[in-house]
């Protein structure tokens, strides 16, 4: 029997392992034992390195662009403040009373027109960059519900309305556009009644320079041949979409 463990030298594969002459599959369990920790060890690696990837801590993903991560992608930039201003309700009837710019014959005709209603409108919007809200005024009579004065009032730091716009002219009409202010006139000939006028003027202001300046001017002129039995046209009440005009600021018309 030694003999043959002998003569196997180191192949060992015969031997049981307790003899003195097998002591061959020692060698080959410890080098599986070390291939399989070098296995074990990669996994472990990978294993870190996933862990390091996902997890919030130190790890690869410190090391790369910030600009990469998603967080950085839709973090959104904070809005400006103070660009819409503040809307403080006015007593129109006690501003425009009390303003030497609106002419004698207004103030004179304003009055209620049932009960305690006043005939007036009133619109709030952003035309001269303050950081309260301008304040337009329309007066119209009550016989005819005919707008018969515009005035346009602008906030000082002082709390107190400063008259920037007055046009006193029959058939007028101020309104707020996107920021600029568009003031629609009735035109009426010689013979026009009150409910058919000839046409229309629609002029818009911007405010530069402290002061309301002409951007554009359209003129209307309204058919005859459509007109019903009653002879009456509808009449225009809303300023349309400005067009570029050549024709230059005229302030003397304000």
Avoid at 81 to 87: F, N, Y
Wanted: proline residues 8%; aromatic residues 6%; charged residues 20%.
């Amino acid at each position: 029997m030694r003999g043959l463990s002998g003569s196997s030298g180191g192949g060992g594969g015969l031997g049981d392992g307790d003899g003195p002459g097998s002591p061959v599959r020692r060698p080959r369990f410890r080098g599986g034992m070390a291939a399989s920790g070098t296995v074990l060890a990669g996994l472990v690696a990978f294993g870190l390195f996933g862990v390091g990837c996902s997890s919030g801590g130190t790890g690869t993903r410190d090391e790369g662009p910030a600009g990469s991560q998603p967080v950085a992608q839709i973090t959104q930039q904070p809005s400006p403040t103070g660009t819409t201003p503040a809307v403080r309700r006015v007593d129109a009837v006690r501003l425009l009373k009390s303003d030497p710019k609106v002419g004698e014959r207004v103030r004179e005709g304003l009055k209620p027109c049932a009960g305690k209603a006043y005939p007036i409108d009133t619109s709030y919007g952003s035309m001269t960059g303050g950081r309260t809200a301008d304040v337009v005024v329309n007066v119209m009579s009550c016989a005819d519900s005919v707008s018969v004065g515009t005035y346009v009032y602008r906030a000082d730091d002082d709390g107190s309305y400063k008259n920037v716009f007055a046009a006193e002219v029959p058939a007028v009409y101020g309104t707020i556009d996107r920021g600029d202010l568009v003031v629609t006139t009735q035109v009426y000939g010689s013979k026009d009644p009150l409910a058919s006028p000839s046409g229309s003027e629609v002029v818009t202001y911007r405010w530069a320079s402290d002061r309301f300046t002409e951007h554009d001017r359209v003129h209307n002129d309204f058919s005859r041949a459509v007109e019903g039995t009653d002879g009456d046209l509808p009449v225009q009440s809303e300023p349309v979409e400005p067009e570029p005009a050549d024709e230059p600021a005229q302030p003397g018309r304000n």
